[in-house]
């Protein structure tokens, strides 16, 4: 089965930063790619995702992750953090055969204003 | 278009009772799939179902249990609970098995004492 690493546990910026947070996966087959948030309160929301094509993928609020098959690498950033983009941020694999959904631990933002 | 809903929302129960979570799909989703989410852990994928049959399911002991309904709402249970079952529940639903975005509802937080 497929699993998910999520680098950082925690991490803090201040506004106008720049975010990178990185993801590795690891399985063997085709993958589709996906990058959740979970704003305080609120459910899991789609940010942005990848199945096929250009590698580098944009999604809303600004963001964007670069898929680099390499690496088995789909690491997420954003060019100016703002403090509203203060959540935690889920990394997800799936593999291309029928398999489920699977989730790295997750990424805590904190952006201080 | 209504989102995931799940129920109970919040529950309290002590070590060795069972407890029942209920989820309703997006309309028109087949697939829902369930999955634990604690804090460090991220989440923890349990099972999946389509049409009325469980596609896939995690690395969870006998204790968690599920089914689906032929109107596609799902419930999840768990026997003779322990404190480490304390999590959030989460139910996501999406039109096909192995579709690529899942849409997740809010939760059932279950607390074990």
């Known amino acids: 089965a497929q699993s998910v690493s999520q680098h950082n546990h925690h991490v803090i910026l201040s506004e106008a930063a720049s975010l990178e947070l990185g993801c590795n996966y690891s399985?063997?087959?085709?993958?589709?790619l996906f990058w959740y948030v979970q704003y305080p309160g609120q459910h899991l929301q789609l940010l942005l995702k990848?199945?096929?094509?250009?590698?580098l993928v944009k999604g809303i609020k600004g963001f964007e992750a670069e898929f680099i098959k390499s690496k088995f690498s789909f690491n997420l950033r954003k060019p100016s953090v703002q403090w509203s983009d203060t959540a935690e941020y889920f990394c997800?694999?799936?593999?291309?055969?029928?398999?489920?959904?699977?989730f790295g631990a997750g990424t805590r933002l904190t952006v201080k204003p | 278009k209504a989102g995931v809903t799940q129920t109970p929302r919040y529950l309290i129960k002590t070590r060795g009772q069972q407890v029942t979570l209920s989820c309703s799909p997006i309309?028109?989703?087949?697939?829902v799939s369930w999955y634990q989410q604690t804090p460090g852990q991220g989440l923890q994928f349990l099972f999946e179902?389509?049409?009325?049959?469980?596609?896939n399911k995690g690395n969870f002991p006998g204790r968690f249990s599920g089914r689906q309904f032929s109107n596609s709402r799902s419930e999840m249970n768990v026997s003779t609970l322990e404190l480490g079952d304390s999590a959030l529940y989460l139910c996501?639903?999406?039109?096909?098995?192995?579709?690529?975005?899942?849409?997740f509802g809010e939760g059932s937080r279950l607390t074990v004492l």
């Open positions: 996501a639903s999406s039109p096909i098995a192995a579709a690529g975005e899942l849409f």
């Open positions: 399985y063997g087959g085709t993958v589709n």
């Open positions: 990848y199945f096929s094509g250009d590698p």
């Open positions: 997800a694999v799936r593999g291309n055969n029928n398999n489920d959904m699977r």
């Open positions: 309309s028109g989703h087949r697939s």
């Open positions: 179902y389509f049409s009325e049959t469980q596609r």
